[in-house]
């Protein structure tokens, strides 16, 4: 499989940047693609590289005035702030960096490029870790997200392929913008598994939002209990997505694959260890070849812990994709090159040890009501009668 998986990689995905504090911070894809490249999982033949996107592909799912204004912004002078443009720029989440319109072209064309290699056969499975923008609205940018590189793939699947899309996405914050970009759309099934709306951004992700007009149905939501540990969180997957997949039957997935469900994780409250980055794939991978041919296109998403959490998630990510073998333990090497570097110490195997995270007291109450949360979602989805 090695030969027919593509991983869409340049330099120049480094430059989507706000700034050295802002927790986005492209950096961890620098990271990630170091240890895949130590672990040897990479060679130069799996490596395609991304186009910027065309304004076509952008005005898919965006405003041109919209897009318009971040052309506008990426090239305001020094010293300017641009907060009197509006559409969700220059805001504390979303500020406005120079180039900020190409440097997002080019990751919403490197997402459109692994759809077309899937979609038109040459590879069965590609991965853009730059990609995952979910947040990012028609006329609006948000929550570190300025274009949506995952609807402007949808979109461009469904005009040049006309084929129906299976969207899993598994951040713990609500997969908000591809949600309502497809929101009538009953040949986008979108599902989104992340931390409820009551107590995190963007609010939004509630079991009562699913869908409308003929899309009515097709917008699932399952919001974990704050807390939820690998278990509970796997169990919740496993209870639905396979139905989905079965029942709906998708022509191609795509994945958002964001790892700040991670205990670690500085923005969320979730507690999962990095187990459910392994087996989370693992399914959505047999689950692709069961039922559409394996096509799986996987972006990356949030993470907030750069160091610890983001590479090692991603590189199995990558490995599961690829059916490469990974070792247990992270290579030395590696934690010999970035430790001086980092404020945490490293970790040196992939999966977290089972005893590395105290208990969570009201595991027994979490688990019951993600449990119930999931009979609520599933009522009333008209493919899964």
Not at 355 to 368: G, S, Y
Request: glycine share 8%.
């Amino acid at each position: 499989m090695m030969d027919r998986t593509a991983f869409i990689y340049s330099d120049a995905f480094l430059a989507y940047k706000f700034g050295e504090e802002h927790p986005f911070n492209p950096k961890r894809v620098e990271l990630t693609v170091d240890l895949i490249r130590e672990l040897g999982l990479l060679q130069q033949k799996h490596i395609f590289q991304p186009r910027p996107a065309t304004l076509e592909e952008l005005f898919r799912v965006h405003d041109p005035n919209f897009v318009h204004a971040v052309q506008k912004a990426g090239k305001l002078p020094p010293g300017q702030d641009g907060s009197d443009i509006g559409f969700g720029l220059g805001t504390e989440d979303t500020p406005i960096f120079p180039n900020m319109h190409e440097a997002t072209s080019l990751v919403v064309g490197g997402t459109v490029v692994a759809a077309d290699l899937v979609m038109s056969g040459k590879v069965n499975h590609a991965l853009n870790l730059a990609g995952g923008l979910h947040h990012a609205r028609r006329s609006e940018a948000s929550g570190f997200c300025v274009y949506n590189d995952i609807g402007a793939a949808i979109a461009y699947i469904k005009d040049r392929y006309h084929a129906r899309v299976l969207y899993i996405d598994t951040d713990a914050h609500h997969g908000d913008g591809v949600q309502w970009m497809f929101y009538d759309d009953p040949d986008v099934l979108t599902v989104s598994f992340h931390e409820t709306g009551k107590y995190l951004y963007p609010g939004t992700g509630d079991i009562e939002e699913r869908g409308t007009g003929r899309g009515y149905g097709y917008s699932l939501n399952i919001p974990l209990e704050p807390f939820t540990e690998d278990e509970s969180w796997l169990t919740t997957f496993e209870s639905i997505i396979p139905h989905l997949f079965h029942k709906f039957r998708p022509d191609v997935v795509i994945s958002q694959n964001g790892c700040d469900a991670h205990h670690f994780d500085p923005l969320t409250h979730l507690s999962a260890t990095t187990r459910i980055y392994r087996d989370i794939p693992k399914m959505v991978h047999q689950l692709a070849h069961e039922v559409c041919e394996g096509r799986w296109i996987a972006v990356g998403g949030g993470g907030y812990d750069i160091w610890r959490v983001v590479p090692r998630a991603w590189t199995m990510l990558w490995a599961e994709l690829s059916e490469q073998t990974l070792p247990d333990e992270i290579p030395q090497t590696w934690i010999d090159k970035w430790q001086p570097q980092a404020p945490v110490t490293l970790p040196t195997s992939f999966l977290d040890p089972p005893d590395l995270f105290p208990p969570i007291p009201r595991r027994a109450e979490i688990e019951e009501k993600n449990r119930i949360t999931v009979r609520r979602s599933l009522f009333g989805a008209p493919f899964l009668l």
